[in-house]
């Protein structure tokens, strides 16, 4: 009897463990969700054969599934500018300006800096000054505020030890573990900090759209460090379910825990610096999975990395990638470079 008391919980962590693995790794989306993803997919297939117009539809479709991500929202709003579409350019336009994009540092790039001048682009931006936010929610500004203070402490943790070796790396260890629990405390109670609840208000943003976030730092040094947390990656999953999470952003988080991959978010080079799926095995299964959470094959994402890299000499087409320092890069699969 009293072995049969030892087996039970054994048991139990066995099909617990068994169930959370099947729940985060082998599920489908909300059909609300998956049919966001589908209209997104699809526009990014537009844009890389060059069709911006149907991009614009497209996207403007998957916003009647759920609020947009982030960088769809930036990859829409450039597609319409190449389309001269006025009425969703501003559209988008506003949506980006609600969240904390302002417009000397929109209108300072590459792209915006060219057209700030004409009646076209005047027309888009004519709602600025009053959508940009004057003053935040309660609630939001809590929410960056305590993000910020993530953020310092894991860069403290990193720029002001005056440690060195082993004892430097147990303070980095100790910052990051800090870093974690903050993050999970404040997703808790807060809700999941998505593009919607926090925008790019993070000083870590600098205001420009499409830059890591504390929570993507902090995965990136959970990956960099070898450690995981079960705890977060549930909150993850959770927020993936719905909506306020981008699968790609999801597929990294998972694949930076774990040695064996899931969805194989970024993928290996050649000697030849050709994007390869060389060494991945049941490449099916893996597909199936990333179908799962939103994702195109990984024969699709080879490609279009692939395609990327060729593209440098297209100057409306400057694709945000190819850089093996940052790997939110490699998280955008389409993404204009602002």
């Known amino acids: 009897m009293e072995q049969l008391n030892h087996k039970i919980p054994l048991c139990l962590c066995f099909v617990l463990c068994l169930t959370v693995h099947y729940k985060m790794f082998a599920f489908q989306l909300p059909d609300s969700i998956a049919n966001y993803y589908t209209l997104r997919n699809n526009a990014e297939r537009k844009i890389l ?4 117009r149907s ?6 479709s998957a916003l009647e599934y759920k609020y947009p991500n982030e960088r769809d929202v930036y990859n829409a709003f450039r597609a ?16 980006i300006t ?5 417009r000397e540092k929109l209108e300072n790039t590459p792209f915006v800096k060219s057209i700030k001048n004409t009646t076209f682009y005047q027309y888009i931006s004519m709602d600025y000054d009053s959508i940009y936010p004057k003053k935040l929610s309660v609630q939001k500004t809590i929410m960056i505020s305590l993000l910020d203070s993530i953020y ?13 070796g082993d004892e430097r790396k147990k303070s980095i260890r100790n910052a990051d573990s800090i870093a974690v629990a903050l993050m999970i405390n404040l997703i808790k109670e807060y809700g999941f900090p998505s593009y919607q609840r926090v925008g790019i ?9 499409a830059g890591e976030s504390t929570l993507d730092l902090i995965f990136w040094h959970m990956w960099r460090s070898g450690k995981s947390s079960s705890e977060l990656s549930e909150l993850a999953y959770n927020a993936l379910i719905d909506g306020d999470l981008p699968p790609e952003d999801y597929a990294f988080y998972i694949d930076g825990q774990r040695k064996e991959k899931i969805y194989y978010a970024m993928l290996s080079r050649t000697d030849a610096d050709d994007y390869t799926l060389e060494g991945i095995f049941d490449i099916a299964e893996i597909d199936k999975r990333r179908e799962g959470i ?15 890299r ?29």
Do not use: C, H, W
């Open 98 to 102: 609600a969240n904390g994009q302002t």
């Open 152 to 164: 310092r402490i894991d860069q403290d943790g990193r720029t002001k030890n005056p440690v060195v």
């Open 80 to 95: 319409a500018l190449l389309t001269n579409d006025s009425v969703l350019g501003r559209k988008f336009f506003n949506i």
């Open 310 to 338: 060729e593209t440098k000499e297209q100057p409306e087409l400057q694709f945000r990638f190819l850089s093996s320092l940052n790997y939110l890069v490699n998280l955008m699969p389409v993404g204009f470079d602002y």
């Open 49 to 52: 054969s060059r069709d911006f």
């Open 294 to 308: 939103g994702l195109y094959s990984l024969s699709e994402f080879r490609n279009r990395l692939t395609f990327f």
């Open 55 to 60: 991009a614009v539809e497209m996207y403007t």
């Open 201 to 209: 208000f993070e000083n870590i943003k600098y205001g420009f759209g």
